[in-house]
């Protein structure tokens, strides 16, 4: 879990450009929207692509990753039970 | 009766190197590469802005290029969040469409980028500017074989004359497979500098 | 300054090849909007113009192997609008050309790759028609068509050129459908704007040209009387949600017209249907007091045709004065907007004299024209 935590961090700081990140600098419980790393609704869709291109899961529904995509420790939790890759 | 026009400021980015009203005033090893480069520019202005590394490479380009002009300009900030935006280039937004092409070639690794589709336009430039200041005037894309002197003076007058704009950020900024080139300049009614085609013409072409 | 007027014009689309058609097929409420199994991962609704009728009409007028799809269907809408104008090509008549993407397909078919860049789109438009000046190309997201209006009427009316050719188009491309799709912005039934149900855009493919003129003896002429095209520095795929820069654009076009919001007898909105676009237009209209105002979106017959739609719409907008008629908003059941909104829910004959054109695309860009029946 601690390793899925560590590559989740890791893509996110690469596939959404946050530059001025390291792995160190996001909290497992770190708000991904509004006030923790301020993500939009671009990077919204651009992490359903990632769930679906590294762990093979189809999230066809927006308002369903609203619920996911809370914080790595919510999204690491999500994917280990669902992942297909 | 048409407008006499002024230039307030100018600004001109080309290989690696950046220049303010004809001035060289950052010049950088022309091997880095512009990946290289715009970090750098970035860092050394502190400018603070996260969203910038979203961008790709053409909003960078035409995001840096309008802060330095805005920077040397100094104009209030009332009058810059009506400024008019005509912009213009030949590649569109080629440079990064064939990177959102790559996304989707292989059937087999089938992964449309909403991030990179989103950049497939080249008029999201003048949004990224019109968003660092807020700029709600009027704007325009035009595309071109070469940057086109005639076009924009005449546009830029019709929307001064049709009393749309008072000042207008004008430019060209292309990006094309490494290549890049931008030059935007700042006019009025009111400048430091004389306008007019010939003069846009010879400040690009020698700059 | 000169007045400027809209006269001849040309739709290309699946619902005919000549504007008349598409007009009558709007009165009969028939959309292009069909199920297609071939142009995606898994059928979707799309409104796309039969390649093959295609060719059939462009091989009267040129070699159908060595035009792109896209060129087939600008060159054949501006050479009829080229026959119906009363004015022919000078050198002080303009091109205007509006597209968003061009010929993106040829980043992955059998045209040269260099066919996508837009100058040499335009320069095949230039050679078949022979243009004498340098073609003015716009591409500004999905507000192209209605800009180039615009950008028309501002050279006409500071004498730059004496007339203008305007065309624009778009294709379905899976660049393009692919794009939409990323953003969940494709709607899994043919698209409903305004609507309680809407779930997002049907795309379609569609050219259109007109031609501008500052000298007509038509009768009764369609004058463009005011513009605006502003930005609403919020975020470059999201409309802002205050509606500022269509807001802004509408209180521009109408200053210029010397109008006041209840003398506009009809709205022909972008309308997009998705659920960010069409509650934007909702809150932009009654900021302008135009909520009274009859208004449709035309996308349930033509699903949205990104660089086309501005024109194509201003041209059934042109129609709809000429025949006096307020066309159905197609797909329209209930109201799915948080402001009032006069949707136009059944054709009706009513006397128009004024209509405005509003469009919006990604960058924040917003665009608004009003056009004007005038009895010369």
């Known amino acids: 879990m601690d390793a899925l935590k560590k590559e989740l961090k890791e893509s996110i700081i690469e596939q959404l450009n946050l530059e001025d990140f390291t792995v160190e600098d996001i909290a497992d419980d770190d708000a991904l929207f509004g006030d923790g790393l301020g993500l939009d609704s671009i990077d919204a869709l651009e992490l359903i692509v990632m769930l679906d291109k590294d762990y093979g899961i189809k999230l066809t529904d927006p308002n369903e990753g609203k619920a996911v995509f809370v914080s790595v420790e919510v999204l690491a939790t999500y994917i280990a039970k669902h992942r297909t890759k | 009766m048409k407008k006499q026009l002024k230039i307030i400021a100018y600004c001109h980015i080309k290989n690696n190197t950046i220049s303010i009203n004809g001035k060289s005033i950052i010049a950088k090893d022309k091997d880095l590469s512009f990946s290289d480069f715009v970090k750098q520019i970035y860092k050394e202005k502190q400018l603070a802005y996260p969203k910038f590394f979203k961008m790709d490479n053409l909003c960078k380009l035409a995001f840096l290029t309008s802060e330095f002009l805005f920077e040397a300009a100094k ?7 009506h400024t008019g935006i005509v912009l213009s280039n030949s590649a569109s937004s080629l440079d990064t469409d064939r990177k959102y092409q790559d996304t989707i070639t292989d059937k087999d690794n089938y992964f449309p ?8 336009l080249a008029n999201i430039m003048i949004g990224e500017i019109s968003i660092r200041h807020q700029i709600k005037g009027e704007n325009a894309f035009f595309v071109s074989e070469k940057f086109n002197e005639t076009l924009i003076e005449h546009y830029a007058s019709s929307l001064i004359t049709n009393k749309k704009s008072s000042h207008i950020l004008c430019g060209w900024v292309d990006m094309d497979n490494n290549n890049y080139d931008a030059f935007m300049y700042l006019v009025s009614e009111e400048g430091l500098y004389n306008y007019s085609k010939k003069i846009i013409k010879k400040t690009y072409t020698q700059n | 300054m000169k007045d400027v007027f809209i006269t001849a014009n040309t739709i290309i689309s699946p619902l005919g090849f000549d504007s008349e058609a598409n007009v009558s097929a709007i009165a009969k409420e028939q959309s292009g909007i069909t199920l297609h199994n071939n142009i995606s991962t898994s059928p979707c609704y799309a409104s796309i ?21 896209l060129e087939k269907m600008m060159i054949l809408s501006l050479q009829d609008t080229i026959s119906q104008a009363s004015f022919s090509i000078s050198n002080k008549t303009a091109l205007i050309i509006a597209s968003t993407k061009g010929n993106i397909d040829a980043l992955n078919n059998n045209f040269e790759p260099e066919r996508a860049y837009l100058p040499v789109l335009a320069h095949k438009i230039k050679e078949f028609f022979g243009f004498k000046t340098e073609p003015i190309i716009i591409s500004n997201a999905c507000v192209s068509g209605i800009l180039a209006i615009a950008v028309a009427k501002r050279f006409l009316q500071n004498d730059y050129y004496d007339n203008a050719f305007v065309v624009g188009g778009d294709i379905v491309s899976e660049f393009t459908l692919s794009g939409f799709q990323s953003f ?3 709607s899994k039934k043919p698209c409903q704007p305004f609507s309680k149900h809407r779930t997002g855009i049907s795309i379609g493919d569609a050219a259109a ?23 609403d520095a919020n975020h470059i795929s999201g409309p802002s949600r205050t509606g500022e820069g269509l807001y802004l654009s509408i209180i521009s076009a109408l200053k210029e017209a010397n109008l006041k919001p209840e003398s506009i007898d009809y709205i022909s909105a972008h309308g997009t249907a998705t659920a960010f676009n069409d509650e934007m237009e909702a809150i932009a209209f009654n900021r302008a007091k135009l909520e009274k105002i009859p208004l449709n979106s035309l996308k349930g017959y033509y699903g949205h045709t990104l660089g ?62 009003i056009f004007k029946k005038v009895k010369q």
Request: include cysteine; aromatic fraction near 6%.
């Open chain 3, 209 to 231: 040209s007109v031609a501008i003129t500052t000298d007509t003896s038509e009768r009764e002429a369609i004058q463009i009387i005011g513009d605006g095209s502003c930005n």
């Open chain 3, 49 to 69: 113009i039969d390649h093959k009728k295609l060719d059939d009409a462009f091989s009267k007028i040129g070699d159908s192997k060595i035009f792109t799809k």
């Open chain 2, 113 to 120: 980028s909403p991030a990179v589709f989103v950049y497939t």
């Open chain 3, 308 to 369: 086309a739609s501005g024109l194509l719409e201003s041209i059934v907008g042109i129609h709809s004065l000429k025949n006096n008629m307020l066309y159905k908003s197609l797909g329209m059941d209930e109201l799915g907007v948080t402001m009032p909104l006069n949707i136009i829910e059944n054709t009706t004959k009513k006397e128009l004299k004024t209509f405005i054109k509003t469009a919006s695309g990604f960058g924040g860009c917003n665009t608004a024209v």
């Open chain 3, 184 to 186: 969940q912005a494709i």
């Open chain 2, 75 to 81: 104009l209030d900030s009332k009058i810059i969040k």
